[in-house]
């Protein structure tokens, strides 16, 4: 393979924290690597963790579901031959993992999700794929399954082998019903003092602000899945500075920001169901990536895939950090404004 070129443009980078993350999959504090042009998200971000770190559980953080996807296109002569074919093949997904065995040892089908149109056949292959993020291993497999498919079942022909039915890299309502990537929820509770000292807010205006801004106001401007001010801010400097593939924050950034009040206290809980990570694989082998990723604890000897969850648990509290400091300080006139002006200029 040849060497990375590194870019004469270097992205600044600093680390922030730590965040204290408790949950199934980790239990600590940790710093984390933004990657970005925009100064402010760093200080932001900290605000968060230092809210983070005050707080008996921290930020609790749920790997609730994993899979990447690559979605096919077949034809037949008709929608019932159609039909027909896909309920066989549902029927012989042993047989489906026997092809995909063939093309990684990290690689397993775990779902099959179809729509016809006509006589089109949208498959839509759902898979583990280990610590890698999964794209080329899932279209891999999936260029195995297709002659496998097309020798057992001769009535059907080849169309693509992308029918924009995963969906990659694009905004749609399907990775959020069935998912794409690691499906992560972070929740936090933050004592009513805190929120006042620390955020400068109370939590009855925060809780309104999220209906009226990231719920009412999505919805007016025509959002899909999404319900959050900037989930993509986060995302992107935190993909960066840990080598994934930057374009994931379109179906990355379709995540929801649930909030209420709580005996006085402020719940606050980003959802993210598309959140596309991985600990292996292209972009990986660049020293700073390596570097950052160690540190994070991510290159550790673990099962498959465990590496590639811890990631996402970090990855999916940094969101948490940053959008809530960002919609406490838009609770108060002036104050992001003022952020911005004192921090870039």
């Not at 779902?111 to 794929?129: A, H, K, P």
């Not at 990723?293 to 590639?308: K, M, Q, S």
């Amino acid at each position: 393979m040849k060497a990375h070129k590194i870019t004469q443009a270097p992205i600044p980078m600093r680390w922030v924290g730590p965040l204290k993350l408790t949950g199934h999959l980790i239990n600590e504090k940790i710093s984390v690597p933004l990657a970005t042009y925009e100064t402010p998200l760093w200080p932001s971000v900290g605000r968060g963790a230092r809210v983070s770190a005050l707080v008996e559980e921290g930020i609790k953080v749920s790997v609730l579901d994993e899979r990447m996807t690559r979605s096919i296109l077949l034809e037949a002569e008709d929608a019932f031959a159609a039909q027909q074919a896909i309920n066989s093949l549902k029927s012989r997904m042993a047989d489906l993992n026997a092809v995909v065995s063939g093309s990684s040892r990290f690689a397993s089908l775990i779902d099959l999700n179809s729509q016809v149109v006509g006589n089109l056949i949208y498959l839509r292959l759902e898979f583990t794929t280990g610590d890698a993020s999964g794209h080329n291993m899932v279209t891999n497999a999936a260029d195995k399954i297709i002659p496998w498919i097309l020798t057992n079942y001769p009535n059907l022909r080849y169309s693509s082998i992308s029918a924009n039915y995963c969906s990659d890299k694009k905004a749609t309502a399907v990775n959020g019903i069935l998912g794409r990537g690691k499906y992560v929820v972070c929740e936090i509770t933050i004592p009513r003092d805190i929120c006042e000292r620390r955020l400068s807010t109370t939590p009855e205006k925060v809780v309104d602000l999220n209906i009226k801004k990231n719920l009412i106001g999505t919805l007016m401007a025509g959002g899909m899945r999404s319900a959050n001010a900037h989930f993509a801010n986060m995302l992107l400097a935190f993909y960066l500075a840990t080598g994934q593939d930057a374009a994931n924050i379109i179906e990355g950034s379709q995540g929801v920001v649930h909030a209420e009040v709580r005996n006085g206290d402020l719940y606050f809980s980003c959802t993210m169901p598309n959140l596309i990570v991985g600990s292996v694989g292209n972009g990986k082998g660049i020293d700073f990536v390596e570097d950052n990723l160690a540190r994070l604890g991510c290159r550790e000897e673990r099962e498959p895939g465990a590496n590639a969850r811890r990631l996402a648990a970090i990855c999916g509290a940094t969101v948490l950090c940053g959008e809530l400091s960002l919609l406490a300080a838009q609770t108060n006139p002036g104050e992001l404004m003022e952020a911005h002006l004192k921090l870039e200029r």
